[in-house]
């Protein structure tokens, strides 16, 4: 029940009551360091050694060079355990089977220290040959022709090359 208002008592007159004084606890975040973390490591997973072969390139990122190299090593694991490089590997070959529109193109190969194109054959006969065996193929740009077959022949040995032509056809020059 509620005192009486109107009485002549004040609660001012009744005793203080002592109270504990708490003295607050300041929870305090760890900070992280201002500005674009300085250290990178990118990473570059190749599943194979040739062109068609996919890859991924995850990168980390750290304020220190160890943390980098941890988040590195968490990164790479996690990828593993979640399954990522074992479904981004299923994906690739899913894309690689839809893909139609490369199905006409000339496969590529190394060869003298340029990526060439192979010759495009559709059973593997091109009906281009010379003395010396199948001919190979090469593009660059706006021209395209079909070489001598024989490998490691001094130039002065080697068929005449047959050069592709406006109509589509080959003929040596």
Partial sequence: MIGDPFADVSPWDEPATTLTEEKPVLIT????????????????????????????????????AEETATRGVELLTAMKTAGLIDFTAKAAQHVREQDKGGAGAAPKRFENGKVVSAAPSAGGDTGYSCDHGPRNFREGGSWAAYFCGGRGLDKSQQCPPLWRQTDGSFRAK
């Fill in 29 to 64: 975040a760890p900070t992280a360091p201002a500005g674009p973390a300085p250290f990178k490591i990118g990473l570059t997973l190749k599943a194979g050694p040739d062109y068609g072969s996919h890859w991924m390139t995850p990168a980390v990122y750290g304020h220190t």
